[in-house]
């Protein structure tokens, strides 16, 4: 019992730091879920236990719903199938391109991934904007596009995310690729399997662990992107683009109601937790 | 003891002391704001984008308060923040005594919301004593008043809104000039001459959607409401919904769209569209007639954002009418901004009396003359100074006699943000303005409460 | 891997061109990026600039606007990193190599950590600041800062832990050494790759962060280049973009120079890639 609290002491700091900075807040939020707690109005002098009120209250508002879906549809548009996708096709196409391909193109999907986000979203704005770069480069082919940011923006915000994203899905599965042994893929290519099976049927299943791991993190990550969208659209036009962080931003600043926002924080967590029991049900990775 | 324990011992203290460290050093770390001490008083303001005006005139009272109160040093706080993260921002550090400001610079409208969470302190008591209140006539000492009849903010200036018009375009289309519509549908035939013979050139704009926030709801849509029949509100202070004016100013917002006369709903949808029309539009005559404020000019002055040297030969300016001409004949929106004195504020006597270097007679005249606002004492609004500084100023500052404020409630804006996704829909043409007023009597009553709100 | 076979070349030429069109993909909006900050009248618009100019540039290198913010970011964004990887480097060990109950949840706990929005969570936040008298610290936004990077930076670390061989451990154990003696002479230098990856990702995210330090700081003096960038692009999102593309660039080019830097010397990104193995 003593060795593993001694053992565990190099936890403490770490335990500190989240104990402090992000488990007493998110607590506190939680709490104020249930409150009506506000920037100001007489709710701001001192707050009252509603119960789920906030959450009630929620409920009965079609924007609530709409919002739910399109983080949803983001979620599943964006990082489930784009950056997992787009990350194993390149990995894969890694493999059997050349150094210096390998390396420019390599060069090129990080660097969407390490610019600081609000750049990110400025280039992508600047990119799908109406008289961007996007819609010029398909006037030069003849073909007119539609100004994306007004009418298609759920697309618009997807593709930018996935632009956004998918440097890190490409290197996990880089990394997973590189692991898988190649005596096990070149021995059912000498039994006749062709490349869509040797895929299907050993290469993914053996990196389960990390496309399940992938799926999470993106995941996770995704649900609380804001700024791209933010930048991007302001969840508009109207609340077409509004996902819930964006919704939680609106009701807790702009309305000043922090008691809804957090309610909205809440239900953000919920939807990450259904979709992580999904994938560890669905691909049933070993964890240790 | 073995080596194994001395250097657990050693950890576990080590890892204690660095999170005390941090904790301390932050407690120390310069510029960390204590409480305030009588010595000092913090003033908080806004600093955003062009509106540098309140930074400069802060700066001077500063300079002008500290000599003449020895032992007492004045720290701004600019805010660098667009209107709601500004709000924000200042709510945050009202909430905390050692961060609350003890002078803010503070809109009039969340006046009422900010005496109920608190943060504010009367000043009945303070201006009883002083002679140049005598200066403020009653809307402008209303402004700053909160729900309980206390006052809780002293009007640094205000605003009016009309409609500019580009004089040489209306001169090409053959219309007169000066301009003075009587009724809506005066407005509109304009705006339909323009299109007619001007075609490349935008008749008028009337801000609308979510995106442009505020200005859309009271340089907008207000601006038809308050000129129909009805409110936002009715004279008990409930909410009105299912009026007929709401409609037909949804009506207006819908005919300026799906007509064509008017910005396309995406030029209207993007945040910028202020800066273009001011910027860009207005000065290059590509856009006729402009539903704005009075402090449009502030950007074509040299100290603008976009200086424009014969500006005022070429823009004119006329009140927005009532919907049929019915009386007064004019219609006008009112916001302004005031001083306001923070609960927590450890020295209260030196505060008030900052505020009132800050709105003296010479301090006032001085930023309404930078900052394009219409003076709300009687003295700075007759002194020639003021007139002579802008030829606009004379002009919008008699709208005020007019003029309609907002309600000032804590629900404001979720009904502003109904109002916005309303003219939204009509502007899109996604719903007519029966169905848009419709939805918007649902989300009022879900945003305020059904008991707080009538049906006509 | 022989390389002469026709279907092998098929292949590798197929897979290049997949490959240059992805990367024609994701390197497209930054051209704008970098195409407008020379031009002195750019827009939205993918345009040769007419006249390449420095305007844009001498424009926003102020002390004011680049300055002092950006090097308020560099204070920020690195002691963020050290704290968090230090801790990190501490957190991992017992997770990696001793099997406590503690594990998996902490694990799990601390991954779902990393989908909250701040956004809803600040008020708390701030609040917990105004009693710690931290508020408008630039100290205390190192630390926060940090102690929302651990969630990732710990998951990561321990990934990079388990692919030390224990042995060395084991070995070092016989002699006697304590943990924290093995943990500094022969799990760290052997893990020198991943830390760096972790000080990487912590620092660049760190380094785009905006809403943490707009909330906590107070004078205009301490905000980083991320607060004032987004006051920037506010104020003149719809006028000046030569001038915004020209702030981006010199505001993303520490991050990107450092992620670089670390990849050169250390070979590769493929080393984050053993970050997240999971």
Not at chain 1, 69 to 89: D, R, Y
Not at chain 3, 118 to 142: H, K, R, W
Not at chain 3, 244 to 262: C, G, H, N, Q, R
Request: glycine share 8%; with cysteine; net charge neutral.
């Amino acid at each position: 019992m003593l060795r593993s609290a001694g053992r565990a002491v190099p936890l403490l700091p770490a335990l500190i730091l989240l104990a402090i900075f992000l488990v007493g807040p998110v607590l506190a939020s939680f709490y104020g879920s249930f409150t009506d707690s506000a920037l100001t109005g007489s709710a701001a002098q001192g707050s009252h236990f509603i119960g789920f009120a906030n959450y009630i209250q929620l409920f009965q508002n079609p924007d609530f719903f709409k919002s739910v879906w399109l983080t949803i549809v983001f979620l599943i548009g964006s990082a489930v199938i784009g950056q997992n996708v787009a990350g194993l096709v390149l990995g894969l196409l890694m493999e059997r391109g050349d150094r210096v391909m390998r390396s420019i193109v390599g060069t090129f999907v990080v660097t969407a991934w390490v610019l600081p986000e609000i750049v990110a979203a400025f280039a992508a704005y600047a990119f799908f904007h109406d008289k961007g770069t996007l819609n010029e480069i398909l006037g030069a082919v003849g073909l007119h596009g539609p100004n994306w940011l007004y009418s298609l923006p759920m697309l618009a915000v997807i593709l930018a995310n996935i632009w956004r994203g998918t440097a890190f899905s490409m290197l996990v599965y880089t990394a997973a690729l590189s692991e898988v042994p190649t005596d096990v893929t070149e021995s059912a290519q000498i039994d006749g399997a062709g490349g869509w099976q040797r895929l299907g049927l050993i290469t993914l299943p053996l990196i389960r662990r990390s496309i399940s791991t992938n799926l999470m993190l993106t995941t996770l990550q995704t649900l609380s992107v804001f700024t791209l969208i933010f930048v991007m659209t302001g969840g508009g036009p109207g609340t077409n683009s509004s996902t819930l962080p964006i919704l939680a931003y609106q009701q807790a600043f702009k309305f000043s109601e922090l008691g809804l926002g957090t309610a909205i924080a809440t239900i953000l967590l919920v939807v990450g937790a259904l979709f992580s029991i999904v994938y560890l049900r669905a691909l049933k990775p070993e964890v240790d | 003891m073995t080596q194994g324990s001395i250097m657990k011992r050693f950890a576990t203290a080590a890892a204690l002391g660095i999170a005390a460290a941090l904790v301390l050093a932050g407690c120390s770390a310069p510029g960390s704001t204590g409480s305030s001490s009588s010595g000092t008083i913090k003033v908080a303001y806004q600093k955003f984008g062009n509106f540098t005006q309140m930074d400069t005139q802060m700066k001077e009272v500063k300079k002008q308060f500290e000599a003449a109160n020895k032992g007492v040093k004045v720290q701004l706080i600019p805010i660098q923040a667009a209107e709601n993260d500004y709000y924000t921002k200042l709510a945050l550090m009202n909430k905390a005594a050692s961060t609350a400001p003890d002078v803010l610079y503070e809109d009039t409208f969340l006046i009422k919301a900010d005496a109920d969470a608190g943060y504010l302190a009367p000043l009945d008591g303070y201006v009883k004593d002083w002679s140049d209140w005598s200066q403020f006539p009653d809307n402008a000492r209303q402004a700053g008043q909160g729900d309980d009849g206390k006052l809780y903010g002293v009007s640094l200036g205000t605003d009016t809104r009309g409609l500019w018009y580009n004089k040489d375009l209306f001169a090409k289309a053959g219309l007169p000039v000066p301009w003075e519509p009587k009724t809506w549908d005066d407005v509109l035939s304009a705006a339909r001459t323009i299109k007619a013979k001007l075609p490349g050139v935008t008749p008028l704009n009337v801000y609308s959607g979510k995106p442009n926030g505020e200005a859309s709801t009271m340089q907008g849509f207000e601006m038809l409401l308050y000129g129909t029949q009805d409110q936002l509100t009715d004279d008990s202070g409930k909410w009105v919904a299912g009026s007929k004016g709401f409609t037909d100013a949804l009506g207006f917002v819908k005919t300026v769209y799906q007509d064509k006369l008017g910005p396309t709903p995406q030029q209207a949808l993007d945040t910028n569209i202020g800066n273009l029309i001011s910027g860009q539009w207005l000065p290059k005559g590509k856009l006729a007639i402009d539903l704005d404020g009075s402090w449009q000019s502030q950007n074509w002055l040299p100290s603008g954002a976009a200086p424009w040297p014969d500006w005022d030969k070429t823009m004119g300016w006329t009140a927005m009418p009532t919907q049929t001409g019915q009386a007064p004949g004019s219609v006008s929106m009112s916001g302004g901004w005031t001083l306001a004195l923070g609960s927590k504020s450890k020295n209260k006597p030196a505060a008030w009396n900052f505020i009132k270097l800050a709105l003296n007679k010479e301090n006032s005249l001085n930023f309404d003359i930078i900052g394009t606002q219409i003076p709300v004492r009687d003295d700075v609004a007759a002194d020639p100074k003021y007139s002579e500084s802008n030829p606009s100023n004379a002009f919008f500052a008699g709208l005020v006699k007019n003029t309609h404020f907002r309600p000032a409630t804590s629900d404001y804006p979720k009904v502003s943000n109904a109002i916005q996704v309303a003219m939204e829909s009509v502007m899109t043409g996604q719903q007519t303005p029966d169905k848009a007023a419709k939805a918007y009597d649902d989300a009022l009553k879900q945003a305020v409460g059904a008991d707080h709100v009538v049906t006509k | 891997m022989a390389m002469t076979s026709p279907s092998r070349r098929h292949l590798r030429w197929t897979s290049n061109g997949i490959l240059g069109l992805v990367g024609i993909a994701f390197a497209l909006p930054l051209v704008w990026l970098v195409v407008a900050s020379f031009d002195d009248h750019a827009n939205l618009t993918l345009q040769w600039p007419r006249h390449f100019s420095l305007v844009n540039f001498e424009a926003v290198l102020t002390p004011d606007l680049a300055y002092v913010p950006l090097w308020n970011s560099m204070m920020i964004s690195l002691g963020c990193a050290v704290i968090t990887v230090a801790v990190a480097v501490l957190a991992a060990y017992p997770l990696s190599r001793y099997k406590l109950r503690i594990n998996k949840p902490f694990l799990y706990g601390v991954l779902f950590g990393t989908c909250l929005p701040i956004t809803a969570m600040m008020v708390p936040v701030y609040s917990l600041f105004v009693s710690l008298n931290l508020i408008d610290s630039e100290p205390g936004v190192v630390v926060f800062m940090a102690a929302t990077s651990l969630p990732m930076a710990i998951w990561m670390m321990k990934n990079f832990m388990d692919s030390v061989p224990i042995v060395l451990e084991e070995a070092a154990w016989a002699d006697g050494a304590s943990m924290f003696t093995t943990l500094w002479r022969v799990v760290v230098p052997l893990m020198r790759p991943g830390i760096a990856v972790v000080f990487v990702f912590v620092f660049v995210q760190a380094w785009g962060n905006f809403f943490v330090p707009f909330i906590l700081l107070l004078s205009p003096e301490k905000f980083p280049a991320a607060v004032s960038i987004f006051a920037f692009f506010g104020q003149y999102g719809s006028v000046m973009y030569g001038q915004l593309a020209a702030f981006s660039l010199v505001y993303s080019i520490p991050a990107l120079a450092l992620y670089v830097f670390t990849s050169r010397v250390l070979g590769g990104g493929s080393a984050l890639a053993g970050a997240v193995k999971g």
